[in-house]
């Protein structure tokens, strides 16, 4: 073999080795970004539902405001901490004991989340102090 040969081997061996590398790291790179992209889902839905519990939180609280007149805000909107987003109080029944009321987030990313949740009125023994407590909770993805 001669030495031209045997520098075009070589040469030809580090041209292999470096596509083979440069596949691997773009493969790498390639999986890195799509669990980037899982992790930013994940975390926008997470805020969907914390803007949904939030907004439940206000209906409740409008509740404990407001025993004797049936309903007066709903449906109504209420603002959130980021910029654009809000939640919806879009409907409240029932009378006594027992109301069910429905929300909805903003959209962030492409979740929204709407959600049923039953509400029973607890009384204390002595009468001063009333809360409400969620009996059920139904996600209804839209």
């Known amino acids: 073999m001669t030495t031209s040969s045997r520098g075009f081997i070589a040469l030809l061996s580090v041209i292999i080795i470096g596509a083979i590398l440069l596949i691997v ?6 999986l890195g970004q799509s ?4 992790a930013a889902g ?10 949904a519990a939030a907004c439940l939180e206000e209906a409740i609280l409008r509740l404990k405001r407001n025993e004797t007149t049936p309903f007066p805000y709903y449906p109504a909107v209420v603002p959130l ?7 919806s109080i ?5 009378s006594g004991t027992a ?3 429905n929300v909805t987030s903003s959209t962030v990313g ?12 607890q009384t204390s023994p002595d009468g001063n102090a009333i809360a409400w407590v969620v009996t059920s909770w139904t996600e209804v993805d839209p």
């Open 25 to 30: 790291g773009l493969a790498t790179a390639s």
């Open 35 to 38: 669990q980037l992209q899982v």
């Open 42 to 51: 994940t975390n926008e839905e997470h805020r969907t539902r914390d803007y």
């Open 81 to 87: 901490p980021d910029v654009a987003a809000a939640c």
């Open 90 to 94: 879009t409907a409240m029944t029932g």
């Open 99 to 101: 109301r069910t009321v």
């Open 110 to 121: 492409f979740f929204t989340k709407s959600v049923v949740v039953n509400l029973a009125k």
